[in-house]
T-cell receptor, first 113, second 108 residues
Framework: SQTIHQWPATLVQPVGSPLSLECTVE??????LYWYRQAAGRGLQLLFY??????ISSEVPQNLSASRPQDRQFILSSKKLLLSDSGFYLC????????????FGPGTRLTVL | DAKTTQPNSMESNEEEPVHLPCNHS???????IHWYRQLPSQGPEYVIH???SNVNNRMASLAIAEDRKSSTLILHRATLRDAAVYYC?????????FGKGTSLLVTP
């Protein structure tokens, strides 16, 4: 069966520090991978998606970046965190394109102080 | 993506059916209607999706209006574990743009 992992589960970082969140998927090949962010009291916002290794599409311009160094690994990064980067970050995977079901990881709660 | 409109909150008694409405008057012919739900501090969970015909699975049923401008998620017997935020989403590409959804409260 397929599983999706995210770490860390929680993170507290000072403003201006770098960020690296990792997501890995097991049990499937060539998945579409997604990064979402949920700010407090708001809906999910798609940040990035990837249809293959090295292929990243950005939905919202900001100080975050994403990379896909391996087929089942998706990384979200920032060189300098802002207070507004605080939120719940979710990784998801899917197959067959955007109209197919997406399966979400447990999420990372990021607090920037 | 086309927009959806859902009530902010709904309340149901345990073991009663729940009908969660969603309006999507600007839906295009290629938009799929997806429903997800999210429990507190967890990632969203897929519930059901459809294009034109009504759909049933082990979790719920999806009733789609003939003109596709609205749909209803039906939980046949609500349980306390069904208390969550339910999102109605239209997609025809890669983006799942979640709105605020409907917060469902289930009371014993």
């Amino acid at each position: 069966s397929q599983t999706i992992h995210q770490w860390p589960a929680t993170l507290v970082q000072p403003v201006g520090s770098p960020l690296s969140l990792e997501c890995t998927v097991e049990g499937t090949s060539n998945p579409n991978l997604y990064w979402y962010r949920q700010a407090a009291g708001r809906g999910l916002q798609l940040l990035f998606y990837s249809v293959g290794i090295g292929q990243i599409s950005s939905e919202v311009p900001q100080n975050l970046s994403a990379s896909r160094p391996q087929d089942r690994q998706f990384i979200l990064s920032s060189k300098k965190l802002l207070l507004s980067d605080s939120g719940f970050y979710l990784c998801a995977w899917g197959i067959l394109g955007g109209t197919d079901t997406q399966y979400f990881g447990p999420g990372t709660r990021l607090t920037v102080l | 993506d086309a927009k959806t409109t859902q009530p902010n909150s709904m309340e149901s008694n345990e073991e009663e059916p729940v009908h969660l409405p969603c309006n999507h008057s600007t839906i295009s012919g290629t938009d799929y209607i997806h429903w997800y739900r999210q429990l507190p501090s967890q990632g969203p969970e897929y519930v059901i999706h459809g294009l034109t015909s009504n759909v049933n699975n082990r979790m719920a049923s999806l009733a789609i209006a003939e003109d596709r401008k609205s749909s209803t998620l039906i939980l046949h017997r609500a349980t306390l574990r069904d208390a969550a935020v339910y999102y109605c989403i239209l997609i025809s590409g890669y983006a799942l743009n979640f709105g605020k959804g409907t917060s469902l409260l289930v009371t014993p």
